[in-house]
C-alpha cells in the first residue's frame, strides 16, 4: 500500500519532528541542524524507495518543485530535471526544506554560527517554534 503523502511543509515539518529526539545531548551548530536531521535520506538518495513513490510526490508537489528548481538555478547555478532522478530530487528538495524552515525559528537564528546543546529543553523549544510556523512558510 502506498504511503499518504502529505504537502510539502508539513511533510518537512514532520521530518523534524521524527528525528529531532533522536540528536538529544549532541551539539550542532544552527546552520548544520537540518543537514543532519535529513542526513540518512540524504545518504541512500531516496525516502521512499521507489521511483514511482518519489514521482508521485514531484506531482503532489509541483507548485514546491518549480520553486525548489529556481532556487537550485540561484544557488547552485544549475537547474535539475526533478524526472531523471526522482528520488534524489525529492531528497534534495526536503533536505533544503528541512533547513529552510529551521532556519526561520528564532533559537536557530540566534545560533546559527554557535554550537547549540540539544538538550530536552532546547528540543522542545524546536518543536514549540516549529509549530507556530505557518504550512505557508517560503523555505526556498
Known amino acids: ?17 521524527d528525528e529531532i529526539d533522536n540528536y538529544e545531548g549532541d551539539s550542532k551548530y544552527g546552520c548544520d541542524l537540518g543537514y ?32 525548489f528548481s529556481d532556487y537550485e538555478d540561484f544557488s547552485f547555478g544549475k537547474r535539475s530535471n526533478p524526472f531523471d532522478n526522482p528520488e534524489a530530487f525529492t531528497v534534495r528538495m526536503v533536505v533544503e526544506g528541512v533547513a529552510g524552515l529551521l532556519a526561520k525559528l528564532p533559537i536557530i537564528e540566534e545560533n546559527w554560527n554557535d554550537k547549540l546543546e540539544l538538550t530536552p529543553e532546547v528540543i522542545q523549544t524546536i518543536k514549540d517554534q516549529l509549530e507556530e510556523l505557518s504550512d505557508e512558510e517560503e523555505v526556498f
Open 36 to 67: 543532519e536531521l535529513t542526513q540518512g535520506m540524504n545518504c541512500d538518495g531516496t525516502f521512499t524507495y521507489s521511483r514511482a513513490q518519489a514521482i508521485e510526490y514531484i506531482k503532489e508537489w509541483w507548485d514546491d518543485c518549480a520553486e
Open 1 to 17: 500500500m502506498a504511503k499518504e503523502i502529505i504537502d510539502f511543509i508539513p511533510f518537512c515539518k514532520q521530518q523534524i519532528l
